[in-house]
């Protein structure tokens, strides 16, 4: 049990398009989702934490109008990045609460976006 | 602000050897800890967990021990083997409902 998907797992655009990434948690409820940001050898750094029905919570130095996250169900919650730039390249992981509010976090297999 | 560290950023042991990971937490209020292996490529999967109202738990091979007047934390992978090799994340969920992860350690079981 736990699993979450994530979609894409790899894509490739161009510079100035946008690119949106789902995170579903396939058998239970996620009232809390997270959107985390990992550059090669390093730790995650959280980009913003996503609750369902309203509106996300930032981390200082995200720019919420540049990645921008919906929540609309207790089991989809999107990232979408908007007019992309090759800086942008990043492996973005997700994840979600576990059930019942236990605290584990349970992640996504991340989503690798290369702009060009 | 919130902080965990975490050392050290690489080991290397024989295979066989046991493999002890560090990690050390500012928040007083934190009152979860999880674990996680990430392999090269891949999510982070949680391995062991441990709440502030235990000093210790035991899986198999794997071991954590939590301090908490000390706000420090250990993995402890006994017996390694190769497989083991991979990147571990500590982590402390914060009484702001934030879960911090340290920088990760780069672990090497040498056959």
């Known amino acids: 049990g736990a699993v979450v998907s994530q979609h894409p797992s790899r894509v490739i655009c161009k510079s100035g398009t946008s690119v949106k990434i789902e995170c579903r948690s396939l058998d239970f409820q996620a009232t809390t989702m997270f959107w985390y940001r990992q550059f090669p050898k390093q730790s995650l750094m959280l980009m913003a934490t996503?609750?369902?029905?309203?509106?996300?919570?930032?981390e200082q130095g995200v720019e919420k109008d540049k990645f921008l996250i919906n929540h609309a169900s207790l089991t989809l919650s999107t990232l979408t990045v908007t007019s992309a730039h090759p800086e942008d390249s990043s492996f973005y992981i997700c994840?979600?609460?576990?059930?019942?509010?236990?605290?584990?976090?349970?992640f996504g297999p991340g989503t690798r976006l290369t702009v060009l | 602000g919130e902080n965990v560290e975490q050392h050290p950023s690489t080991l290397s042991v024989q295979e066989g050897d046991s493999a002890v990971i560090k990690c050390t937490y500012s928040d007083s209020a934190s009152n979860y800890f999880p674990w996680y292996k990430q392999e090269l490529g891949k999510r982070p999967q949680l391995i062991i967990d441990i709440r502030s109202n235990v000093g210790e738990k035991k899986d198999q091979r794997i071991a954590v021990t939590l301090n908490k007047t000390a706000k420090h934390f250990s993995l402890h992978i006994t017996e390694t083997q190769p497989e083991d090799s991979a990147v571990y994340f500590c982590?402390?969920?914060?009484?702001?409902?934030?879960?911090?992860f340290g920088a990760g350690t780069r672990l090497f079981v040498k056959a």
């Open positions: 994840s979600a609460e576990g059930r019942g509010g236990t605290d584990t976090q349970y």
């Open positions: 982590a402390a969920k914060t009484g702001g409902f934030k879960t911090i």
């Open positions: 996503s609750n369902e029905g309203s509106k996300a919570t930032y």
